[in-house]
């Protein structure tokens, strides 16, 4: 059997395998050596590094990986073999990293693990920015130097470095899904960061609510419950609670127990994806009760707080729930910006912080759990009394009034720093 000299390419591949004495080919211009299997169908690559003698590392098998995405790739498999001699070898079968993504993007189609609105976000990136910028790039060649130029630099430039950033840590995600599920051998990912790219800092978004807008926000919902019970009543859960938008939206009246104080917002509903209880106050049972009872006067006996006003039996949809505020806050500010506001305002009124990761829904360490373990209910239902004593002052309690009074001088806005202390 014996080894031949060509220039390696898949045409010279397919004419040698009809030849039972040719074993293997050699390609003098790479340290590269392509070995035929049994039945001459199909083959392996080895990569061939001199190290005190030749050292053979199987790279890839053929046509699995085709001659030009092998050639292509020796030198990285070269620098990652020289940098640790232990280091895989291994070629994949994706040429280009459009491929890859692609495969993610079909996989989120069908992950019911994920969120709709995490793979909406994610499907957007991908397909408006990841796409765009890196679809056709070599899969061997995605590297800091490559992502700068074809992706960071040119994002940065129309976007703000917070949405590059989220575009750069799905692409993280998607490679890093893959080499665990082994559809590559090799994450070209790791170790990436967004400060491999910048130093500038990204600044969190100034709040476009404060304290002091919340006596007007108050006076105007009163003034529309009448006409528009489903978005005020939205808002105003939204705020009184510090409660994302979906969350709120899916809400359902059988999670909601008026007698019990008590509303019950189910992990399929959260982002975080945990259970999540919130205490109702006197003033929130009374604004529910006046919503509810608006809705049996509208005809609605349903299961949802925010049925669909197109699909009946169906909650409001995500751009129902965005009209509501693209209505109310005519671009000056957004649902979050109300979970903003509260979270803000109950540091001012000197709620805990810890009981704010609570009533937020956020992730607590061990250590928090166990604190809270007996006493975290008592703590969340004070916080929500002061806040919503707070709020009364500012004018909700006008909104728990079944008779929808007016009130006939607008409150003033009160600081909440140091307020009844």
């Known amino acids: 059997m014996a080894t031949l000299n060509v220039s390696l390419s898949d045409a010279v591949i397919k004419r040698y395998a009809e030849d039972p004495t040719i074993a293997e080919l050699n390609d003098p211009r790479h340290p590269l050596r392509f070995r035929y299997r049994n039945d001459r169908s199909r083959g392996s690559w080895h990569v061939v590094r001199h190290d005190k003698g030749d050292i053979w590392r199987k790279a890839a098998n053929w046509p699995d990986v085709p001659a030009r995405l092998m050639i292509d790739s020796v030198p990285a498999v070269l620098a990652r073999l020289m940098v640790d001699p232990k280091a895989p070898a291994t070629v994949d079968g994706w040429q280009k990293v459009g491929q890859v993504l692609t495969w993610y993007v079909e996989r989120m189609k069908a992950d019911r693990g994920l969120s709709k609105e995490r793979r909406s976000s994610s499907m957007s990136l991908i397909n408006r920015q990841l796409l765009p910028a890196l679809d056709t790039l070599p899969l061997c060649k995605l590297n800091r130097d490559t992502l700068d130029r074809h992706l960071i630099w040119h994002m940065q430039e129309e976007y703000s470095l917070g949405y590059v950033k989220s575009a750069l840590d799905v692409l993280k995600v998607v490679f890093n899904r893959a080499l665990i599920l082994k559809k590559i051998t090799v994450n070209p990912m790791a170790g990436v960061t967004f400060g491999n790219f910048t130093k500038a800092k990204i600044r969190p978004k100034g709040a476009?609510?404060?304290?002091?807008?919340?006596?007007?926000?108050?006076?105007?919902?009163?003034?529309?419950?009448?006409?528009?019970?489903?978005?005020?009543?939205?808002?105003?859960?939204?705020?009184?609670?510090?409660?994302?938008?979906?969350?709120?939206?899916?809400a359902k009246w059988k999670n909601i127990h008026l007698d019990a104080g008590e509303w019950f917002i189910p992990g399929a509903d959260t982002k975080s994806k945990r259970d999540h209880l919130l205490p109702l106050t006197p003033q929130a049972v009374a604004f529910l009760q006046r919503y509810r009872e608006s809705q049996k006067a509208r005809g609605y006996d349903g299961a949802y707080l925010f049925p669909s006003t197109a699909h009946a039996g169906r909650p409001m949809s995500r751009s129902q729930a965005f009209a509501v505020f693209t209505r109310y806050g005519a671009g000056d500010w957004t649902s979050h910006d109300l979970r903003k506001l509260a979270r803000t305002t109950w540091g001012e009124l000197d709620v805990d912080g810890l009981v704010a990761k609570l009533l937020l829904n956020h992730s607590l360490t061990d250590l928090e759990a166990t604190y809270f373990q007996s006493r975290g209910e008592v703590l969340k239902c004070n916080a929500l009394n002061k806040w919503h004593a707070w709020l009364d002052a500012q004018g909700f309690d006008a909104l728990q009034d079944k008779t929808g009074a007016r009130r006939a001088v607008k409150p003033a806005a009160v600081d909440p720093a140091g307020w009844l202390a």
């Not at 019970?229 to 969350?247: C, D, F, K, N, Q």
């Open 208 to 250: 476009r609510l404060r304290h002091v807008a919340v006596v007007d926000l108050l006076a105007a919902w009163a003034e529309a419950f009448a006409s528009d019970p489903a978005g005020v009543a939205l808002m105003v859960l939204m705020l009184t609670h510090a409660t994302r938008i979906s969350e709120t939206r899916l």
